[in-house]
């Protein structure tokens, strides 16, 4: 309902705004948001005929490096529409929500690396294979505990969700960097946002709760056929996914907002330090087993 009235409004551009850009804020929002997606895996391979097809849209060996880069053009979006509104209530939110998104990218890379030096690979679909030894209970969140919490802790930064949610803290900036936007643009904001909450889902799933694996799916893939499988792979994943979607929403319930040093001292003072520990543990580990 919220959706098609967004779609539905009447289109209101402010007369002092830069046209281009106020247009390209959320158009490059949502690009960015979607972009994001291309390199998950949704379940195993499966054949058609003597076709082999992989439920991913790109299975690229640099995955990782991929969606790093890509997040960090989430924050161009944000300070453009911002900035391009000419009102300083959205500039505000803008270099608040950059300041934040910024902060928390470092300690969010830095927990994924753990991750790709326990599994020695870049790709995603790579390090979701790697999950499915111990009868599909091989997962990253048992190896890696607090890399996935720095990495969960982190998205909800990233996906500007509460505690988090200073950029657009109505009560104390009206709306945030979209205070100018109305109808579609500020639709694509807010999907936006949403899709990016979906992805992040996707991505925790991904790497430290094994994807598409579950427990016993040897004994599931030799009692069904190839097609059934699958279905099932991909039921699994969802599964997950919308479980840490509904634990996205389940937080937004529960905690308070964090004031703006809080939330900087967080990213800069303990989560960043904490992933450097990490993947320091993780490197004396990896040296002292082989």
Wanted: aromatic share 14%; net charge negative.
């Amino acid at each position: 309902a919220d959706g098609l009235k967004l779609f539905s409004k009447e289109e209101i551009t402010p007369k002092d705004s830069n046209k281009f850009l106020f247009i390209l804020g959320p158009g490059l929002a949502m690009i960015v948001a979607c972009m994001t997606g291309a390199v998950i895996p949704w379940s195993t391979a499966f054949e058609i005929g003597d076709r082999v097809v992989v439920p991913q849209i790109a299975d690229i060996n640099i995955g990782f490096l991929y969606i790093l880069g890509v997040l960090s053009l989430g924050v161009y979006g944000i300070m453009i529409g911002g900035w391009a509104s000419n009102n300083k209530y959205s500039l505000l939110g803008a270099v608040r929500a950059s300041s934040q998104m910024i902060s928390y990218e470092l300690a969010m890379g830095m927990s994924i690396i753990a991750v790709v030096m326990s599994t020695g690979s870049l790709s995603l679909g790579s390090i979701v294979n790697a999950q499915s030894d111990w009868a599909g209970m091989n997962w990253n969140v048992f190896v890696q505990p607090l890399g996935c919490l720095i990495f969960i802790i982190c998205a909800f930064a990233e996906c500007n969700r509460t505690p988090f949610d200073l950029p657009e803290s109505e009560t104390e900036l009206v709306g945030g960097f979209h205070t100018e936007y109305s109808s579609m643009k500020l639709g694509f904001f807010l999907f936006a946002e949403y899709v990016n909450m979906f992805i992040s889902s996707a991505m925790i799933t991904c790497l430290y709760f094994g994807g598409y694996n579950f427990p016993g799916m040897e004994a599931v893939q030799g009692s069904v056929g190839d097609i059934w499988f699958v279905l099932i792979c991909v039921a699994v994943m969802f599964a997950k996914v919308l479980f840490f979607v509904f634990f996205f929403m389940w937080i937004r319930w529960t905690i308070p907002r964090f004031r703006f040093d809080q939330l900087l001292n967080l990213g800069w003072k303990v989560l960043l330090p904490l992933s450097i520990l990490n993947v320091l543990i993780t490197g004396a580990v990896i040296i002292f087993l082989n």
